[in-house]
């Protein structure tokens, strides 16, 4: 069965905590994101890689960093945590074939306090 | 800025009615159109792809429509039934290998008895 684990499923962090969301997938795939999730806002993409070590910025990357070393593995950094980051963090991975599907973990409820 | 509405927020209907929910998108040429499940507490979970040059496709009870003249997508849940019950999200893609999937904001559907 295709996997997409996130290290945690809820976390309480302070203000101002360097706070470290970890995500693997055990499906080979090349392609990983990060996404995070508030009421009436939808899915919004924080960052995306396409191959270890290469990243891109989605659409509200400001107050985020990640890193992917190992193709299996992606990690969301809060360089600083501020309450407005208290969210639901989904990961995701896929093919890079255009039109694959994203198979997402089961989310981290981040609340930042 | 790229954008994609899912202009209905919450949709209530009958045991046994259809369900259509639409998904409009602006400012973008996406060459193809997911459609997701997601239920609460939990990861978004695929069900249907269609392609630019496709104008439906089927799967089971659920049916998908593209047409990128009007830049819309139609979902409908045929026969529907309280087990269908969830938040609906579409979300939309290129075919590049650093491809990034852009998500609406999802539709709740809830199936009365």
């Known amino acids: 069965d295709v996997k997409v684990t996130q290290s945690s499923r809820y976390l309480v962090k302070r203000t101002g905590e360097k706070v470290f969301l970890e995500c693997v997938q055990d499906m080979d795939h090349e392609n990983m994101f990060w996404y995070r999730q508030d009421p009436g806002l939808g899915l919004r993409l924080i960052y995306f890689s396409y191959d270890v070590k290469m990243k891109e910025k989605g659409d509200i990357p400001e107050g985020y960093s990640v890193s992917r070393e190992k193709k299996e593995r992606f990690s969301l950094i809060l360089e600083s945590a501020s309450t407005n980051q208290t969210s639901m963090y989904l990961c995701?991975?896929?093919?890079?074939?255009?039109?694959?599907?994203?198979?997402f973990g089961q989310g981290t409820r981040l609340t930042v306090v | 800025s790229q954008k994609i509405e899912q202009n209905s927020e919450a949709l209530n209907i009958q045991e046994g009615k259809t369900a259509t929910l639409t998904c409009n998108y602006t400012?973008?040429?996406?060459?193809?159109l997911q459609w997701y499940r997601q239920d609460p507490g939990r990861g978004p979970v695929f069900l249907l792809l269609?392609?630019?040059?496709?104008k439906e496709k089927r799967k089971e009870r659920l049916k998908v429509t593209f047409d990128t003249t009007l830049k819309q997508s139609l979902f409908h849940i045929t026969a529907s039934q309280p087990a269908d019950s969830a938040t609906y999200l579409c979300a939309l893609g290129t075919y590049s290998s650093a491809s990034k999937i852009i998500f609406g904001s999802g539709t709740r559907l809830s199936i009365r008895p």
């Open positions: 269609i392609r630019e040059n496709e």
């Open positions: 995701a991975s896929s093919y890079p074939t255009g039109g694959t599907e994203a198979f």
């Open positions: 400012n973008y040429s996406p060459a193809y």
